[in-house]
């Protein structure tokens, strides 16, 4: 089945899904992100001012010297992770020392700012205190402190924040591939399923079967509600189709017979008592009841190869007999002249129903060219198959006409005042593929068709039953 152009109802779902996830978790992402670093730096910043007002209280200054006094109270405790210098006027460090990987970068530091530097290895946060250090020590303006805690070195409640803001996108793009899964699994699959049913069903053109559904989807039930529905519909359409086509042939059928024998005899006692007029009459009557046979055995022969109660004789004949056999009849009108190109192949057929798809082809080249007008029959090989082609120098048909003159009852337009049904080539398609063949036409208004009919050489060729109410074929312009 051609899908092209079509998406899958879950992949169509899943893609808005998760572009939708994708969307509102950048956006998450995003917002904690932001407002987790926001927190942290504020959390981060109290606590070095906190560290730094402690290392303040317990610096002394003896004799132009600071020394760091052991801590005595809890909160002048300095945590671990701090580390802190302090500096004079000019910015040089008169007390501890920078982290080693901070060192070079100390001319980046704004003074009395809180910031991030950002070293080869790591990140600094950064302070500045000088008043209370002062104040404490006793003396003007001389000293700053300045501390610094290695980001490493803190952990924050907030940074678990946006890990949590991460495994939450994480989770939720699983959960839509995980329910993406399960959906497939409930409405793809059932409906690929009813797909694969529905097109044996028309591959097989067994209108008695049903389509089952035993999932929960109340939509796909009701489509396959309607689906069965229209099959059965269909189903007694065509049987009542085929009915009619069987009742009226067998009705029609017995009165022609008997108007046909009592013409025949009738024609028979008038030539005797030479009555030309009306043997004319008689003519013209045994002409039309002729006429209306045929369609009766067309209709006929359609209903028995539809109800598949035509039994198939197979065998092997030489093609040129079946031609020749045929087209001598219709050369005895003498409408036509007829041109040959006869190779002697064999196959494997029914003879009656090839000579019947001939005589159709050959009676419809007739039928749609003018009198005087050649019509050429040539037949051979091609590959495991052999053909028969008719072509004739006609009305042609138009590009409109040509994908139906296959269907039943269908008559071209301009055809309609001529004698017919709509039913040789329904029924000829319908033989050819009985021998695992086909029909190909090719035809130009004004100028002429050509109809080829294809069929296997053997019988054992033609492996499977084909389904005889296939799709017509593509037909193609010379
Ligand atoms: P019909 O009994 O009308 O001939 P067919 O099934 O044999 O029915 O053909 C269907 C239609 O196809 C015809 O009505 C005619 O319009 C067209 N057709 C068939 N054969 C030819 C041909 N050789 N030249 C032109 N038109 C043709």
Avoid at 19 to 37: H, Q
Avoid at 51 to 62: D, H, K, N, V
Wanted: proline letters at 2%; charged letters at 30%.
């Amino acid at each position: 089945m051609n899908f092209r152009g079509k998406v899958s109802i879950v992949r169509y779902m899943m893609t808005y899904c998760l572009l939708l996830i994708a969307l509102f978790s950048l956006f998450t992402v995003v917002a904690v992100n932001f407002m987790a670093d926001r927190a942290e730096e504020q959390t981060i910043r109290n606590k070095m001012s906190r560290q730094l007002r402690a290392t303040a209280w317990r610096m002394s200054l003896q004799d132009g010297k600071l020394t760091l006094l052991p801590s005595k109270k809890i909160d002048t405790r300095l945590d671990e992770d701090f580390e802190f210098v302090i500096l004079d006027q000019d910015g040089k460090v008169v007390f501890g020392e920078y982290p080693e990987d901070l060192k070079n970068l100390t001319d980046k530091i704004k003074e009395n700012e809180f910031q991030t530097i950002k070293t080869e290895q790591s990140v600094y946060y950064v302070l500045d205190k000088s008043d209370l250090l002062n104040r404490i020590l006793r003396v003007k303006d001389k000293y700053r402190i300045r501390g610094m805690i290695n980001e490493d070195d803190i952990k924050t409640v907030y940074s678990q924040f946006k890990l949590y803001s991460y495994i939450g996108v994480a989770g939720a793009v699983v959960l839509v591939i995980l329910m993406g899964m399960i959906l497939q699994k409930q409405i793809s699959v059932p409906m690929r399923d009813m797909c694969e049913q529905a097109s044996q069903i028309s591959e097989k053109m067994d209108l008695s079967e049903r389509m089952e559904y035993s999932g929960k989807f109340e939509e796909l039930d009701v489509l396959i509600k309607a689906y069965n529905s229209l099959l059965r519909k269909m189903e007694e359409v065509v049987e009542r189709q085929e009915h009619f086509n069987s009742d009226v042939s067998h009705e029609l059928r017995t009165p022609i017979s008997v108007i046909r024998a009592q013409c025949q005899l009738t024609s028979g006692q008038l030539r005797q008592s030479k009555d030309v007029s009306v043997e004319k009459v008689i003519e013209v009557i045994d002409r039309q009841a002729d006429k209306m046979d045929g369609i009766v055995e067309q209709m006929l022969s359609l209903s028995r190869i539809d109800q598949g109660r035509w039994i198939m004789n197979f065998d092997r004949v030489d093609l040129v007999d079946i031609i020749e056999s045929v087209c001598e009849d219709e050369e005895d009108r003498g409408k036509h002249p007829f041109v040959y190109h006869l190779k002697h192949v064999f196959a494997e057929v029914d003879i009656d129903l090839i000579t019947l798809v001939v005589r159709n082809l050959v009676s419809n080249a007739s039928k749609y060219s003018e009198d005087g007008k050649t019509i050429v029959v040539d037949c051979g090989e091609d590959g495991n198959r052999v053909f028969i082609r008719v072509k004739d120098f006609g009305c042609g048909i138009s590009e409109k006409d040509l994908p139906r003159i296959f269907e039943y009852y269908y008559r071209a337009e301009k055809s309609r005042n001529s004698e017919g049904f709509g039913l040789g080539l329904t029924i000829a398609l319908k033989i050819a593929r009985l021998h695992g063949g086909e029909i190909r036409v090719e035809s130009e208004p004004g100028f002429g068709s050509a109809f080829t009919l294809f069929i296997e050489k053997e019988r054992s060729a033609i492996l499977i039953q084909p389904a005889l109410d296939q799709p017509f074929p593509d037909q193609r312009r010379e």
